[in-house]
C-alpha cells in the first residue's frame, strides 16, 4: 500500500541541481520533495568540481549558503595554460575587464546545501529505491519509490529531474520524443586529492606529449591534480608515487621543481564524455544539470551548467506559481540548451587543444600547437578563451 503524499515539485536527486532547485523554490515559497537513491554521506563524500563561476556563486548566495563559500573560497584572477615546456598565463581580470572564478569544492557546494536544507526541514528521501517517474503527460504527474521498506507515491504538479547522467529520469522519456548527441573521448581523467600546498597559486592546464595535466585546489593547503589516462586505466596500478612521478615529468621544468609530494586521500577515475539531450522537457519533467547534459570538466563547466540550468528553471516555477504565468515553463528548454551549447563547444575546444590523442596524426598535433601558439600571440584569442572561462552570461 502507497503512502501518499503531495507536493508542488518533486524533485529526483540530491545532488547540486536537485539541493539548489530545492533551495530556491523553497525560498519562494514552494513546495518541494526531493527523493535521493544514494545515502547523504555517500552524496556529500563525492569529490568533483572544483572552479565556480560567478554566475553560480551569485545563485549560491540567492539560495542563502554563500556564507562559508565567501570565507573559505578562493578568488583567482588568472590560470595558467603550458604547452610542452612553455607556459602562458591568462589574465582573467584584464581580459574580462574585471571578472574572475571562485575555487571551492563541489563537495563543499552540496555539503552547504544539504545543511541548508536540513535547517529548514524540508522533505527529502535519502536511500530512496525503484525510483519511477509516471503520468509524465498528464497534469499530475506521479513519483514513486520504497523508503525504509515502505512504498511512496507523490503526486506533483512538476518533476525536476535532477539525477545526474546515469538516472531514472531521462531513461524514463520514450526514445522516440528526445533525441541525444555523444561524444565519448578515448581517454579519462585519474584525480587525486593531497593534503599539501599547490604547485602554485593559481591552475595550471598543461599539454605535455604523454598527456594531458590540470594542477588544481581546494584550499592552500590541500591539492587537486589530474592526470590523462587511458579509458581502461587500472587504479591499483597507479601508486601515488608512479602519479606524482608523472606528474613532475610532464610540469613544465620551471614549476616541476616546486611540486610536494604527500600521500593521496583520495584518488579516482572520470571518464570524458560530451553529451547533449534535447528537449529538456517531456511534458510535466524538466531535466537538468548532468540528467541533460555531460561536458568534459576541461573547462570546469559541469556544475556551473547545472546552475544555469537551475537559474533558468527555478525562475520559471517561480514565475508560473507566483505570476501565474507558463511562458518560461514553455520556454526553459530551448533557452537552457542555448547556453549547454556553448559550454559544450568550449569544453570540446578545449579538451581537443589540450589533450593527447592517440588515434590522431602529427598534422593534429601541428594544430594544436598553432592553437596554442595563436594564444600566446593573440589577445583576442585570450579574450575569447577567457570570456568563456569566466562563464558567459545567463
Ligand atoms: P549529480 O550526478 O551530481 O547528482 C545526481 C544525483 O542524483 C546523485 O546524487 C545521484 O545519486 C542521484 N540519482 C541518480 N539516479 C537516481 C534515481 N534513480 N533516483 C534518485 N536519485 C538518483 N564538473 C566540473 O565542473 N569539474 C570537474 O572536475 C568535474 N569532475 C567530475 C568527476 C566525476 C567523476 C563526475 C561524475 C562529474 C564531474 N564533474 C565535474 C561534473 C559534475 O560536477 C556535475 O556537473 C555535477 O555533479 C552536476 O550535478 P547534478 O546535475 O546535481 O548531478
Ligand atoms: C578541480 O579542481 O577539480 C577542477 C578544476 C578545474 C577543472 C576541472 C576540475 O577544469
Not at 523554490?25 to 513546495?31: Q, V
Not at 517531456?282 to 561536458?295: E, P, R
Amino acid at each position: 500500500m502507497h503512502k501518499q503524499l503531495q507536493t508542488q515539485v518533486a524533485i529526483i536527486g540530491a545532488g547540486p541541481s536537485g539541493l539548489l532547485l530545492g533551495q530556491l523554490l523553497a525560498k519562494a515559497g514552494i513546495d518541494n520533495i526531493v527523493i535521493e537513491r544514494q545515502s547523504k554521506d555517500y552524496v556529500l563524500s563525492r569529490i568533483r568540481a572544483g572552479v565556480l563561476e560567478q554566475g553560480t556563486v551569485n545563485l549560491l548566495n540567492q539560495a542563502g549558503v554563500g556564507d562559508r563559500l565567501h570565507r573559505e573560497g578562493l578568488v583567482h584572477h588568472g590560470f595558467d595554460i603550458a604547452f610542452h615546456h612553455q607556459h602562458l598565463r591568462l589574465d582573467l581580470e584584464k581580459l574580462t575587464s574585471g571578472k574572475h572564478v571562485t575555487v571551492y569544492g563541489q563537495t563543499e557546494v552540496t555539503k552547504d546545501l544539504s545543511e541548508a536544507r536540513q535547517a529548514l526541514d524540508l522533505p527529502s528521501f535519502y536511500e530512496a529505491s525503484e525510483v519511477k517517474v509516471l503520468d509524465l503527460l498528464t497534469d499530475a504527474p506521479n513519483v514513486q519509490f520504497i523508503h525504509e521498506q515502505q512504498a511512496y507515491s507523490i503526486k506533483a504538479d512538476f518533476i525536476a529531474g535532477c539525477d545526474g547522467y546515469h538516472g531514472v529520469c531521462r531513461a524514463s522519456i520514450p526514445k522516440e520524443s528526445i533525441q541525444e548527441f555523444e561524444r565519448v573521448y578515448p581517454f579519462g581523467w585519474l584525480g587525486i586529492l593531497s593534503d599539501t600546498p599547490p604547485v602554485q597559486e593559481e591552475l595550471i592546464y598543461g599539454n605535455h606529449p604523454d598527456g594531458f595535466y590540470l594542477c588544481s585546489m581546494r584550499s592552500p593547503t590541500r591539492s587537486r591534480y589530474y592526470l590523462q589516462c587511458t579509458v581502461d586505466e587500472d587504479i591499483a596500478k597507479w601508486s601515488d608515487n608512479r602519479f606524482w612521478d608523472t606528474l613532475q615529468a610532464r610540469l613544465p621544468s620551471s614549476i616541476a621543481g616546486n611540486l610536494v609530494r604527500g600521500p593521496s586521500i583520495e584518488k579516482s577515475i572520470a571518464p570524458l564524455r560530451s553529451f547533449v539531450a534535447e528537449p529538456l522537457r517531456y511534458g510535466q519533467m524538466f531535466l537538468a544539470g548532468d540528467a541533460g547534459h555531460i561536458v568534459p570538466p576541461t573547462g570546469a563547466k559541469g556544475l556551473n551548467l547545472a546552475a544555469s540550468d537551475i537559474y533558468y528553471l527555478s525562475n520559471a516555477f517561480i514565475e508560473y506559481y507566483v505570476d501565474h504565468q507558463q511562458s518560461s515553463i514553455d520556454q526553459y528548454s530551448e533557452k537552457a540548451l542555448q547556453r549547454i551549447w556553448k559550454a559544450e563547444r568550449f569544453s570540446w575546444w578545449l579538451t581537443n587543444m589540450l589533450h593527447h590523442f592517440p588515434e590522431k596524426s602529427r598534422f593534429d598535433q601541428r594544430i594544436q600547437q598553432a592553437e596554442f601558439d595563436y594564444l600566446c600571440h593573440s589577445e583576442l584569442a585570450q579574450k575569447s578563451l577567457a570570456e568563456n572561462y569566466v562563464g558567459l552570461p545567463y
